[in-house]
């Protein structure tokens, strides 16, 4: 893949931040259950947090491969970390896209200088990947909503300091058409949250929200009203190519340690690296990995040249994790009883990237879009 200077330069400092700043935390944050915003605001000072936005809202105008360049390298280090980068990138283009001017200069800027967090809020309960299935309602009142529900399994929910959120404002019957999105400070009157206790991605944590009677100003719907889903979803073929190369950073991370390891660990009287059987499957996860990493960057190389990607993206979502699943396991066999310890990252980094196979759309959704897809096109 060539890149720009400037890309490359931007690679650069994403890679320096990454090993410098966010790597020695790592397993520290598990411990915590947080992402400092110390962190968070320098990462948005180098420029890290969606920089595909225009420069009005204090992005740097890149094109989209720059953002998985960003995602790849920070998730090489923390994977949890650069899921902030994701949901900036997610959310920063919602709000300057859809939100009123007033409401966009208001937050965009604070999303891409790390000054604020937002959530993005999907899930229901009852939902999962039935995501048009909503029953958080929003009735309105005025020159205002009241949302009343809960929403499940929203990731950064209690660090936020505001949610996008989807809430029903036509009949069920209306399906996608009747829901609408909604920008709402997570501080309002009537918002709490819930944590979840999880197997990974400590850092991040999931919570329920729930909204008891929340009163959401009408300038803060994102979009017309009933249009919020269909239109804001199409930001996902975007999230899902990013979250492919957050997974195969931290897939990388543990192959270049594992590598390192096979050539100091003697065996029989000889390295490790020096027989096959421990070769080998190294050798072939990096052939895996590299392969799902073309597929990541070609589908924002579409993206930028504004062609169909909603496929590719989806076999962005279903590979990337599955890979980095795959490898970090191996890499873990690898290191025979040192791997088994908690002292070493990679089964941090398995739990951690686990959570990505079910979060944001499972292969088994990931696949269906595929499939849909390519029908469409055979139709054609």
Request: proline share 4%; charged share 25%; aromatic share 6%.
């Given at each position: 893949?060539?890149?720009?200077?400037?890309?490359?330069?931007?690679?650069?400092?994403?890679?320096?931040?990454?090993?410098?700043?966010?790597?020695?935390?790592?397993?520290?944050?598990?411990?915590?259950?947080?992402?400092?915003?110390?962190?968070?605001?320098?990462?948005?000072?180098?420029?890290?947090?969606?920089?595909?936005?225009?420069?009005?809202?204090?992005?740097?105008?890149?094109?989209?491969?720059?953002?998985?360049?960003?995602?790849?390298?920070?998730?090489?280090?923390?994977?949890?970390?650069?899921?902030?980068?994701?949901?900036?990138?997610?959310?920063?283009?919602?709000?300057?896209?859809?939100?009123?001017?007033?409401?966009?200069?208001?937050?965009?800027?604070?999303?891409?200088?790390?000054?604020?967090?937002?959530?993005?809020?999907?899930?229901?309960?009852?939902?999962?990947?039935?995501?048009?299935?909503?029953?958080?309602?929003?009735?309105?009142?005025?020159?205002?909503?009241?949302?009343?529900?809960?929403?499940s399994s929203i990731s950064m929910a209690d660090q936020a300091d505001a949610i996008v959120t989807f809430a029903r404002t036509g009949s069920p019957e209306d399906g996608a058409r009747g829901v609408s999105a909604f920008l709402i400070?997570?501080?309002?009157?009537?918002?709490?949250?819930?944590?979840?206790?999880?197997?990974?991605?400590?850092?991040?944590?999931?919570?329920?929200?729930?909204?008891?009677?929340?009163?959401?100003?009408?300038?803060?719907?994102?979009?017309?009203?009933?249009?919020?889903?269909?239109?804001?979803?199409?930001?996902?073929?975007?999230?899902?190519?990013?979250?492919?190369?957050?997974?195969?950073?931290?897939?990388?991370?543990?192959?270049?340690?594992?590598?390192?390891?096979?050539?100091?660990?003697?065996?029989?009287?000889?390295?490790?690296?020096?027989?096959?059987?421990?070769?080998?499957?190294?050798?072939?996860?990096?052939?895996?990995?590299?392969?799902?990493?073309?597929?990541?960057?070609?589908?924002?190389?579409?993206?930028?040249?504004?062609?169909?990607?909603?496929?590719?993206?989806?076999?962005?979502?279903?590979?990337?994790?599955?890979?980095?699943?795959?490898?970090?396991?191996?890499?873990?066999?690898?290191?025979?009883?040192?791997?088994?310890?908690?002292?070493?990252?990679?089964?941090?980094?398995?739990?951690?990237?686990?959570?990505?196979?079910?979060?944001?759309?499972?292969?088994?959704?990931?696949?269906?879009?595929?499939?849909?897809?390519?029908?469409?096109?055979?139709?054609?």
């Open positions: 893949m060539l890149l720009s200077d400037e890309q490359s330069e931007i690679r650069d400092v994403a890679r320096r931040f990454a090993r410098e700043k966010v790597a020695p935390g790592y397993q520290a944050r598990e411990g915590t259950g947080r992402v400092e915003r110390d962190l968070l605001r320098e990462m948005g000072s180098l420029g890290l947090i969606a920089p595909e936005l225009p420069e009005e809202f204090g992005g740097l105008a890149q094109p989209s491969v720059t953002s998985g360049l960003i995602a790849e390298e920070i998730g090489y280090a923390d994977i949890n970390v650069a899921y902030v980068q994701i949901l900036g990138s997610l959310n920063g283009a919602i709000i300057s896209r859809y939100a009123l001017p007033e409401l966009a200069a208001e937050w965009v800027g604070r999303i891409v200088s790390g000054e604020s967090v937002v959530a993005i809020g999907l899930t229901e309960p009852r939902g999962g990947s039935d995501a048009a299935n909503l029953a958080l309602s929003a009735r309105r009142d005025g020159d205002s909503y009241i949302l009343k529900g809960e929403k400070p997570m501080d309002a009157p009537g918002v709490s949250t819930l944590r979840f206790t999880d197997l990974g991605s400590k850092a991040i944590g999931r919570s329920s929200v729930f909204f008891d009677e929340v009163r959401v100003p009408v300038a803060n719907r994102l979009a017309a009203e009933g249009a919020g889903f269909v239109q804001v979803m199409q930001g996902f073929d975007f999230s899902r190519a990013l979250i492919g190369l957050q997974c195969l950073g931290s897939a990388q991370a543990s192959l270049d340690e594992s590598w390192a390891y096979i050539q100091e660990r003697q065996a029989f009287g000889k390295p490790l690296a020096d027989k096959q059987g421990v070769t080998f499957p190294l050798a072939e996860a990096e052939g895996l990995v590299e392969a799902v990493r073309q597929l990541c960057y070609n589908t924002l190389a579409l993206r930028d040249a504004g062609r169909p990607h909603t496929a590719e993206a989806a076999m962005c979502k279903w590979l990337g994790p599955k890979t980095a699943v795959d490898t970090i396991h191996q890499c873990l066999l690898t290191h025979g009883h040192y791997g088994w310890s908690l002292d070493l990252p990679h089964q941090q980094r398995l739990r951690d990237v686990m959570g990505l196979e079910i979060g944001d759309g499972t292969a088994q959704i990931m696949k269906l879009i595929i499939a849909r897809e390519r029908l469409r096109a055979a139709r054609r």
